[in-house]
């Protein structure tokens, strides 16, 4: 009981069968089909602030319709097919119910389904009930490449995809993410070929290259080819655009990774004697990891050199100079050695004298 692009019934007689009433013997009675008329305008037009509503795939219906469909015996969620019989080429897509507040005889659509069904506000457009089957697969292709910024594509389409109860091949839908529309066309659908039920299944998603996106050349690893390949984009496998979304991911991962401080990563020096000899001929190194090479200080102990180091230091350290060490033979080392010596040389002084016995 599935209404197809053919035309065929949406009840039919027989042996077996899915839905509808059976009769002794195995006959199933023939269900009557909702088949309405409606003026269509879009959700811009509704009384209400229903603005979120062009972003899905579910319209506005009078009331009733709904008093019509539970008279009838109707397959749960309510799915419906719209048909405009006056253009010029037969025009059609499923959606579902959000609302049964219109005006008698109106029907509110998003703006992206007015656009597919080549409608103007106003024109007449026809409404069926349908049955369709629960969906496996969706291929979808972004109209543009702003598609690929998006970070994370699984949530942004997990949060999209919840406002929509069908899906058709051919259709072109409007999603909505951080204040920007990004146009998106349905261009397979399984186990139907043509439209599917999304509601409550699990739908796996996949991606043909957004249009306008070029291949960038593929060079071939060092060593097994000396020719490089260019990949055509109509070539390009669905499941590449993943892959260059986890290459973005993991550069800037590379990126972060790279800017951080890490500790530990300068040379060590020996406080031995034979050290000593080479320490002075070498200016003195700091031990953090990234240079600041924007504050160059002279901090060379040797005097010949004329270029200023840089002193690099680790975030939050303060620099107040190093201990001054004069060389051995100097004067300020012979001044150090005799106020060394003359330290505690005088003599003592007793206020009170012992008395002799």
Same mark, same amino acid.
């Given at each position: 009981?599935?209404?197809?692009?053919?035309?065929?019934?949406?009840?039919?007689?027989?042996?077996?069968?899915?839905?509808?009433?059976?009769?002794?013997?195995?006959?199933?009675?023939?269900?009557?089909?909702?088949?309405?008329?409606?003026?269509?305008?879009?959700?811009?037009?509704?009384?209400?602030?229903?603005?979120?509503?062009?972003?899905?795939?579910?319209?506005?219906?009078?009331?009733?319709?709904?008093?019509?469909?539970?008279?009838?015996?109707?397959?749960?969620?309510?799915?419906?097919?719209?048909?405009?019989?006056?253009?010029?080429?037969?025009?059609?897509?499923?959606?579902?119910?959000?609302?049964?507040?219109?005006?008698?005889?109106?029907?509110?659509?998003?703006?992206?389904?007015?656009? *597919?069904?080549? +409608?103007?506000?106003?024109?007449?457009?026809? #409404? !069926?009930?349908? @049955? /369709?089957?629960?969906? %496996?697969?969706?291929?979808?292709?972004?109209?543009? *490449?702003?598609? +690929?910024?998006?970070?994370?594509?699984?949530? #942004? !389409?997990?949060? @999209? /995809?919840?406002?929509? %109860?069908?899906?058709?091949?051919?259709?072109?839908? *409007?999603?909505?993410?951080?204040?920007?529309?990004?146009?998106?066309?349905?261009?397979?659908?399984?186990?139907?070929? %043509?439209?599917?039920?999304?509601?409550?299944?699990?739908?796996?998603?996949?991606?043909?290259?957004?249009?306008?996106?070029?291949?960038?050349?593929?060079?071939?690893?060092?060593?097994?080819?000396?020719?490089?390949?260019?990949?055509?984009?109509?070539?390009?496998?669905?499941?590449?655009?993943?892959?260059?979304?986890?290459?973005?991911?993991?550069?800037?991962?590379?990126?972060?990774?790279?800017?951080?401080?890490?500790?530990?990563?300068?040379?060590?020096?020996?406080?031995?004697?034979?050290?000593?000899?080479?320490?002075?001929?070498?200016?003195?190194?700091?031990?953090?990891?990234?240079?600041?090479?924007?504050?160059?200080?002279?901090?060379?102990?040797?005097?010949?050199?004329?270029?200023?180091?840089?002193?690099?230091?680790?975030?939050?350290?303060?620099?107040?100079?190093?201990?001054?060490?004069?060389?051995?033979?100097?004067?300020?080392?012979?001044?150090?050695?005799?106020?060394?010596?003359?330290?505690?040389?005088?003599?003592?002084?007793?206020?009170?004298?012992?008395?002799?016995?």
């Amino acid at each position: 009981m599935y209404a197809d692009d053919d035309g065929d019934n949406f009840g039919f007689g027989g042996f077996g069968g899915t839905f509808g009433h059976q009769r002794p013997g195995g006959l199933r009675m023939r269900q009557r089909q909702f088949s309405r008329y409606y003026s269509a305008y879009p959700v811009a037009a509704y009384p209400g602030n229903k603005a979120d509503a062009n972003y899905g795939g579910k319209i506005f219906m009078p009331a009733s319709a709904l008093e019509e469909l539970s008279r009838l015996e109707i397959v749960y969620p309510m799915l419906f097919k719209l048909e405009n019989d006056e253009a010029a080429t037969s025009r059609r897509t499923h959606c579902g119910v959000l609302e049964f507040t219109a005006e008698e005889g109106r029907v509110y659509l998003p703006q992206w389904m007015m656009e *597919t069904l080549d +409608l103007s506000p106003g024109s007449p457009v026809k #409404v !069926l009930n349908v @049955a /369709l089957l629960h969906g %496996s697969l969706v291929k979808l292709q972004p109209q543009s *490449t702003d598609f +690929l910024d998006i970070s994370d594509h699984r949530a #942004v !389409l997990e949060n @999209a /995809l919840r406002k929509f %109860s069908a899906m058709t091949v051919g259709d072109i839908v *409007t999603i909505e993410y951080n204040n920007r529309e990004y146009r998106i066309a349905v261009l397979e659908t399984k186990p139907s070929p %043509s439209a599917i039920n999304i509601v409550e299944t699990d739908l796996s998603v996949d991606f043909a290259a957004p249009v306008g996106y070029v291949e960038p050349n593929v060079r071939a690893p060092s060593g097994s080819s000396n020719h490089s390949m260019a990949v055509d984009g109509n070539s390009r496998p669905s499941s590449s655009i993943a892959k260059d979304i986890r290459q973005k991911e993991e550069a800037a991962k590379s990126e972060l990774s790279s800017s951080r401080f890490a500790a530990f990563r300068g040379s060590g020096f020996r406080l031995s004697k034979d050290s000593k000899a080479n320490a002075s001929a070498t200016s003195l190194r700091s031990y953090a990891s990234t240079p600041d090479n924007n504050n160059p200080q002279v901090v060379a102990t040797d005097s010949s050199q004329e270029q200023p180091v840089a002193l690099d230091l680790p975030i939050g350290t303060l620099f107040f100079g190093y201990d001054l060490v004069p060389p051995p033979g100097s004067e300020l080392d012979d001044n150090t050695d005799k106020s060394e010596a003359d330290k505690f040389q005088g003599k003592g002084q007793v206020l009170r004298q012992r008395r002799k016995r």
